[in-house]
């Protein structure tokens, strides 16, 4: 037996001749159900090839040596700008006295009772806290017990709304990124992202004696672009900090933070929403901003749901797939018509 006859006895797809294959309406409805259905899923399929997603993920953050830009934009409805000052201290000592008196911040009068607080304002990246408070800050140089004469304040309070208060990287980190391109580009993913929840925060209180604590969590948050490096969309490099090998110029830093807040009375007494627990006496009434920096970044990293491969091999058996649920409802179909057909005839 030759080799040509025995491939002949393992041919799994047997034909048939032209003049016995029988074509039916109903066949042809369903060859054109199944043509549309094919041209549904191949649009649908070349769309999620095109669809860029973010992918989030978690790594050491090693760029803790790094400065933050924080941007305030407060309004004191009833607060004169000679009686408030900002003061910074962070855990490793250092102490900023009076920033609002400076170029990067500044107060300005909103009325003879009010005024708004504008400005940027540099902190180590470290566990601190910024304040608001009235009188003019002081250290003590003996005791170090950092303090405010009050001894003026009297009929004001600290009523507030935050318009803006926002965490960024100082600018030396972004001198090798076109950063107004790239913001552009993550504009979208960065709206869905990032978190400010203290903006457009409004208290209203109308208590002199009020101190106002917000405690946040300072989350450094990075965005990647691998849409622009992935020519063959294979899988790149992951360097030691969670940055892809090739979007060294495609990314940009960001941070983003959570916050939770409180209020007390400086005279101490029960809580008014929990009546169970009691605040004690003393401190400074103001606002005040308790930071925390987290030890983790978070790499968010804009890709495209799937590469060639995958594309090709999801068209290819999502096409098998419809192509067999057809056949099989062509010989339903085929079946039920001649089982009718021949009910008819007897």
Known sequence: MSFAQKLL?????????????????????????????????????????????????????????????????IDFLNMPCDSLYLDVMDESGEIQ????????????????????????IYLNRLQGHFHFAPGKPFQNPVTGQHSHDIQNYNNQDFDHKINKITFEYDQDLMKNNDNKLIQSFFEESINQVISE????????????????????????????????????????ELLLDGTSSDSRNNKLEKIQYT????????????????????????????????????????????????????????LLSSLGGIFALYTVLDKVAYKTVNYYRSKKDQ
């Open 259 to 314: 916050a939770t807040t409180h209020s007390k009375s400086i005279h101490g007494g029960k809580d008014e929403d929990h009546p169970n627990t009691i605040h004690q006496r003393g401190g400074i009434p103001g606002i005040y901003f308790i930071f925390d920096i987290s030890s983790l970044k978070i790499i968010n990293k804009l890709q495209y749901r799937m590469n060639w491969y995958g594309f090709i091999l999801n």
């Open 197 to 236: 929840p203290l903006t457009g925060t409004e208290v209203l209180d109308k208590n002199a004696f009020n101190q106002y604590s917000y405690f946040l969590k300072i989350v450094p948050t990075r965005f990647e672009d691998l849409t622009k490096v992935e020519p063959n969309r294979h899988k790149k």
């Open 97 to 120: 006295l009076d920033l609002t008196g400076t170029d990067n911040c500044e107060k300005i009068p909103l009325s003879d009772t009010s005024c708004k607080v504008k400005g940027n």
């Open 9 to 73: 006895k393992i041919d799994a797809f047997t034909k048939t001749k032209d003049d016995v294959r029988i074509k039916t309406r109903s066949g042809g409805l369903i060859t054109l159900m199944l043509i549309l259905t094919s041209l549904i899923l191949i649009v649908n399929e070349w769309k999620m090839f095109n669809t860029i997603q973010v992918i989030p993920s978690l790594v050491v953050d090693r760029d803790r040596n790094k400065r933050m830009n924080m941007f305030v934009d």
